[in-house]
């Protein structure tokens, strides 16, 4: 890991999509006024961060999927009494417009794909919950439900092949997602972790999760995922 370019707006609880030399942040709990919500977004080209134009609906707690040219923000708090709400956002680049609003009004979930083929998983309303729905650009689908009900999980790969590892509470637990349903993973975290900043990234057979809250406070650990289509070899976390 080497020290990249400063974000222009201090927030947490951001929702991003992207790349690495093109990603996207928008929303969170900023850092100027923590009473409040953001709805600023920024662009980031592997070097430095531009601010962008507005979120419709500011939030934090909300998750990501897309590239920065075609991208869908979804879920998260709108209010700082403590509304989750359902709402959907696309970007095309350079603005946000609303889409429709998901089956179920999510916060802390987890989020992977493109905006044409997105799955949101987990997160909560209340309790934590074990919903799974994917987004096909104007729709949302409910889907089969998550094994673990958790909340703050790291997740990468896409629609019809992805990982979904950790969570609160706590659990070091991981679920693989085919396509149709969700399976408990043999392989575990090494360290049951949460709230991972929306930092899952890879595909279904090789990601990271890094950082995230543990018992008792904050870590900057990073775990690799690895998977072999060869059935002789399990998948497997590492260090």
């Not at 979804?74 to 509304?83: A, Q, T």
């Amino acid at each position: 890991w080497s020290v990249g370019g400063a974000c222009n707006n201090a927030e947490n609880s951001c929702g991003g999509f992207g790349t690495q030399t093109a990603a996207i942040k928008a929303g969170g709990y900023p850092g100027s006024d923590p009473q409040g919500l953001a709805n600023e977004s920024e662009s980031y080209n592997g070097t430095s961060w531009t601010s962008g134009n507005n979120i419709n609906t500011a939030r934090q707690g909300h998750v990501g999927a897309g590239v920065s040219t075609a991208g869908v923000i979804f879920g998260g708090n709108d209010s700082i009494s403590g509304n989750v709400t359902n709402k959907t956002e696309e970007y095309d680049g350079t603005n946000f417009s609303n889409g429709n609003n998901m089956n179920n009004a999510i916060e802390n979930l987890s989020g992977v794909g493109i905006q044409t083929a997105a799955l949101a998983a987990g997160g909560q309303n209340g309790p934590v919950k074990n919903f799974a729905e994917s987004y096909d650009g104007t729709n949302w689908t409910s889907l089969s439900t998550l094994n673990t009900a958790r909340r703050g999980s790291g997740g990468f790969g896409n629609l019809s092949n992805s990982v979904l590892a950790g969570g609160a509470p706590y659990t070091a637990a991981t679920e693989t997602w085919d396509g149709t349903s969700w399976s408990t993973s043999p392989a575990t975290l090494a360290t049951a972790r949460a709230f991972f900043g929306d930092c899952g990234a890879g595909t279904s057979t090789a990601g990271i999760v890094a950082g995230g809250v543990t018992s008792p406070g904050i870590v900057g650990i990073t775990e690799e995922y690895n998977k072999t289509a060869n059935v002789f070899t399990a998948a497997a976390w590492g260090a």
